[in-house]
């Protein structure tokens, strides 16, 4: 297990990447660190990796700091997002790189390289220097050279960020095949919602230098911990309607701004001020306008996405996402009603979640 | 605002040919997405239609009206870039007022034209501050205002979103796409990204290697696509291509598995011939045996994406994505049948290039 405890780190100065960070990465995991640019994601890789150290704080392995062990004593495999790939070499030299170093034998290099270079996908490039590559092509080469050596944690900084759509697709595949056999400790950063949620056994959702939260999928997918992880966890993501709780038959009630009930208030909502109930666009039943219990709203653009549609619906001062089928025929101006799924609804105060009533 | 046409236009760089010879219309209002890969001439030709890149060869109109030697500036277009460049020691009001005072525009009528626009783009609240302060997002939205206020004849924008997350992403394209609404401007969008290009637009122009591949509805470019190019970049997740052979009205063959044909596809294999190329969608393949057009399989790995799922299943050599309803799983291995659509089932000539695209996957 590896572990950043109370890390603290700054560049320069100024520039502050990393606040009181706090995280584990299990033995065999395969970890998604997720965040915009800027984030601090490829900072917490290079403290793993032992290329720079913690301002503050300790990096432990198996409870033992390793704040201050060399990077060549770790044991780490990093892929980098620049590449880094020697420039004299073949492909099939510099996936060899590693394993010379480590004095492997020249039969089982080959072996090992051949192996590597089909699960990514480039056997026919072997001969080939990193200069006559596609951006693709030379990326993969930085993953297989990072996963062509047994390693105790493989570090990848947006491995496969620079692939066009259709490679990225399938390698995203590849990668998570390939971890499942390997058993291994991976920490991977990705600027994508779905690739974190299809790689990660767990995520962690980093923002400015904080860790907003770490979960898998599922948790931070169905239990946001507040409006951060909840509007970047999800694609589309999730939409919000600004609440406030008032007085009502059978209960204090959810009211938007402009006074519509969009059902009971849980109780840790009471006396909150800056309420928010996050609803995502699958939660969402487009019905008549004027249907009782449905959100009034009226259509402010439609997107065809090929495959459904994506209605932006304003209701009140509040935009929310609808997903519909691809032949929803419904026009920009129109009046429609918004059925919520109560079961489904997220209350935030003060961008923090609110725990829900046990029904 | 005005109608654009392109006739045989041809951009040449050097003995290097970027544009070979194309031909379109956009329409007074219409909102066009120029979509294609890098160094398939989408941003060559929206240079050229803003005078930014000579015309090599053939002509661009504007409402009948030959531009070619016009200067930028006498087209009245207005272009957004990926970067905005805003004047730092002015404010956002000053930002936005800018174009408008180069114009030699009244106060009154400045001050109605920018603080309108900065409604419509949730602006107003930041006109009193300099760029310094703004984030990407609200910096990239004071200069589409900035671009805006002037009402151009024709709004061009290149890869405006790209580098924002998916959150701001889909702000901005709300955005955009109700700035076209209410100011019903022609607009040109050039991506890469065929969410935004299928999003934004009321017709999609895809390019490849120079020319139009397709220009049509989004609708049109995803369920109908002209080609296996248009198929392969178009849709998210991408296309399943599978080779097929043996091809007559008895059916063809799949990866060992023989499939009876639609009448419909009975009249696109008489044109085809034998051997081709079949493409699905993720999402018109099923699991199980409910359609009579199947594929049998062998589970290789499932994301699960939370609102879905995505299994993929090898296929004979061919590793298949279908997209499912969250829940289900196969595990690595497992013996799979998938169901087809027919309605779904697109069938094109063996393309060599998409071939050497998909060996190179």
């Known amino acids: 297990m590896y572990s950043l405890v109370d890390v603290h780190k700054r560049y320069g100065l100024r520039t502050v990447a990393l606040r009181k960070l706090n995280l584990d990465i299990r033995p065999g995991e395969f970890f998604v660190l997720y965040g915009p640019a800027g984030a601090g994601k490829s900072t917490i890789l290079n403290l793993l990796a032992g290329l720079t150290r913690p301002t503050s704080g300790d990096v432990r392995r198996d409870g033992a700091s390793i704040t201050h062990l060399p990077p060549e004593r770790r044991n780490a495999a990093m892929a980098f997002e620049n590449y880094a790939l020697y420039s004299h070499l073949t492909v099939a030299e510099n996936l060899a790189f590693p394993l010379r170093a480590a004095g492997v034998r020249p039969a089982e290099i080959e072996v090992r390289v051949k192996s590597v270079a089909g699960v990514l996908g480039i056997p026919h490039v072997l001969d080939r220097r990193p200069g006559f590559l596609s951006g693709g092509q030379r990326q993969r080469v930085a993953l297989g050279r990072a996963i062509i050596r047994p390693a105790d944690i493989y570090l990848l900084d947006e491995p496969i960020g620079h692939l066009d759509a259709k490679l990225r697709h399938r390698m995203r595949a590849e990668l998570k095949a390939l971890a499942v056999d390997m058993k291994a400790t991976i920490v991977f950063t990705t600027t994508s919602s779905k690739e974190a949620l299809a790689l990660g056994d767990r995520i962690g959702i980093l923002n400015a230098g904080r860790l907003e939260q770490a979960g898998t999928a599922a948790e931070l997918y169905d239990r946001p911990a507040n409006t951060f992880v909840a509007s970047f966890v999800g694609d589309p993501p999730m939409s919000f309607l600004n609440v406030s709780v008032r007085p009502a038959e059978g209960g204090p009630a959810l009211v938007t701004g402009d006074g519509q009930s969009i059902g009971k208030a849980p109780s840790g909502a009471l006396g909150r001020g800056g309420l928010k109930a996050g609803v995502r666009s699958t939660a969402l039943t487009l019905v008549d306008p004027g249907t009782p219990g449905a959100l009034a709203g009226q259509v402010e653009v439609v997107e065809h996405l090929g495959h459904s549609s994506i209605a932006v619906v304003l209701s009140g001062t509040d935009h929310i996402q609808v997903l519909l089928p691809a032949d929803a025929r419904l026009r920009p101006g129109e009046r429609v009603g918004l059925r919520v799924d109560p079961t489904r609804l997220h209350i935030f105060a003060d961008e923090t979640a609110l725990a829900t009533d046990a029904a | ?361």
């Open chain 2, 1 to 361: 605002m005005a109608r654009i046409t392109a006739r045989r236009l041809i951009k040449r760089y050097g003995a290097f040919q970027a544009v070979h010879g194309i031909d379109f219309d956009v329409a007074d209002g219409e909102f066009v997405a120029i979509l294609g890969p890098s160094g398939c001439g989408k941003s060559s030709t929206m240079r050229m239609i803003a005078g930014l890149e000579s015309i090599s060869d053939g002509q661009i109109l504007f409402d009948g009206i030959p531009v070619n030697a016009v200067r930028a500036r006498d087209r009245n277009v207005a272009m957004s870039f990926e970067n905005y460049a805003l004047y730092a020691p002015i404010t956002v009001y000053e930002n936005i007022a800018f174009p408008l005072r180069s114009a030699g525009k009244d106060a009154a009528s400045i001050d109605r034209a920018v603080r309108s626009v900065a409604e419509k783009m949730e602006l107003t609240a930041l006109l009193g501050l300099k760029p310094g302060a703004l984030s990407s997002g609200q910096a990239q939205r004071v200069g589409l205002a900035r671009a805006l206020v002037r009402k151009p004849a024709v709004f061009l924008m290149d890869e405006p979103i790209s580098h924002l997350d998916t959150r701001q992403r889909y702000r901005m394209r709300r955005f955009i796409k109700s700035i076209h609404q209410e100011f019903g401007h022609t607009m040109i969008y050039v991506t890469h990204d065929q969410e935004e290009a299928l999003a934004l637009a009321d017709r999609v122009m895809v390019m490849s290697d120079g020319m139009i591949q397709q220009m049509a509805t989004p609708q049109e470019v995803y369920s109908r696509p002209s080609n296996a190019f248009v198929a392969g970049f178009v849709g998210e997740p991408p296309i399943n291509f599978l080779d097929y052979a043996d091809a007559d009205d008895s059916g063809l063959t799949i990866e060992g598995n023989r499939v009876a044909l639609t009448e419909q596809l009975k009249a696109r294999v008489r044109l085809i011939g034998p051997r081709g190329l079949a493409a699905i969608r993720p999402h018109f393949l099923r699991l199980g045996a409910e359609s009579p057009v199947r594929l049998q399989g062998r589970g290789f790995i499932t994301e699960e994406l939370q609102d879905h799922n995505e299994i993929f299943v090898d296929v004979g050599s061919v590793r298949v994505a279908i997209v499912t309803p969250p829940g289900l799983r196969v595990a690595r291995g497992e013996a799979v049948t998938i169901s087809v659509d027919p309605e779904h089932l697109l069938l094109f000539p063996a393309d060599v290039k998409v071939k050497e695209h998909a060996d190179e996957l």
